[in-house]
């Protein structure tokens, strides 16, 4: 094998000069290092300058130069970017992008239980049912529970208002709604005695 030219070795320490220069500046950016690697930079600006002037006849080696060259020329433009970003105080292409804290889970609206009367006193088993909803729904979101005297009565009078309404058939709703209970009644329409 042909020992490297002095072309080539040029070449292939400007690559290396390239690479650690891109790599202090990305500690730089990173906050690993305390002022920009100003003296890496002028020696790779000067190897650059100085075949930028020569004459190099190998096409290979003008090819490889030209690509070093081109580099070179982005990534000096994207590092003045971001310090001008970061003198002015807003961020730049080097800011690093925090994840968005999620909020506390906001609670799922959720039907828990549905079931019609038309005479409460009659339908005790559907009325203990809706009870032991309400109380289940109660301890879930942290209420105290109802007493269940207190409970039928208000079933009872909702169940009487709502019929003198004209309604034969009175729904009533539990339902979890941003994290607490609600209970509703609601006259059936079109029911029929």
């Given at each position: 094998?042909?020992?490297?030219?002095?072309?080539?070795?040029?070449?292939?320490?400007?690559?290396?000069?390239?690479?650690?220069?891109?790599?202090?500046?990305?500690?730089?950016?990173?906050?690993?290092?305390?002022?920009?690697?100003?003296?890496?930079?002028?020696?790779?600006?000067?190897?650059?300058?100085?075949?930028?002037?020569?004459?190099?006849?190998?096409?290979?080696?003008?090819?490889?130069?030209?690509?070093?060259?081109?580099?070179?020329?982005?990534?000096?433009?994207?590092w003045d970017r971001g310090l001008r970003a970061r003198e002015e105080g807003r961020p730049g292409p080097f800011a690093v992008k925090r994840p968005d804290k999620p909020g506390p889970?906001?609670?799922?609206?959720?039907?828990?239980?549905?079931?019609?009367?038309?005479?409460?006193?009659?339908?005790?088993?559907?009325?203990?049912?809706?009870?032991?909803?309400?109380?289940?729904?109660?301890?879930?979101?942290?209420?105290?529970?109802?007493?269940?005297?207190?409970?039928?009565?208000?079933?009872?009078?909702?169940?009487?208002?709502?019929?003198?309404?004209?309604?034969?058939?009175?729904?009533?709703?539990?339902?979890?709604?941003?994290?607490?209970?609600?209970?509703?009644?609601?006259?059936?329409?079109?029911?029929?005695?």
């Open positions: 094998m042909a020992e490297p030219s002095s072309i080539d070795q040029d070449l292939q320490r400007l690559e290396g000069e390239l690479k650690r220069l891109e790599l202090e500046y990305n500690m730089f950016f990173s906050g690993r290092l305390t002022k920009p690697p100003w003296e890496t930079r002028s020696r790779v600006e000067a190897i650059v300058k100085q075949y930028d002037h020569a004459h190099i006849q190998n096409y290979g080696d003008r090819f490889r130069f030209t690509t070093l060259q081109s580099r070179f020329a982005t990534l000096v433009d994207l889970e906001r609670p799922k609206d959720r039907i828990l239980y549905v079931t019609t009367f038309q005479d409460p006193l009659r339908e005790m088993e559907r009325l203990h049912d809706l009870f032991e909803s309400l109380v289940e729904a109660r301890r879930e979101s942290g209420q105290d529970s109802v007493p269940f005297h207190k409970f039928a009565e208000l079933v009872k009078s909702q169940v009487a208002k709502l019929r003198q309404d004209g309604s034969s058939e009175v729904a009533f709703r539990v339902m979890l709604k941003d994290g607490k209970v609600s209970f509703t009644a609601r006259a059936l329409k079109g029911a029929k005695e």
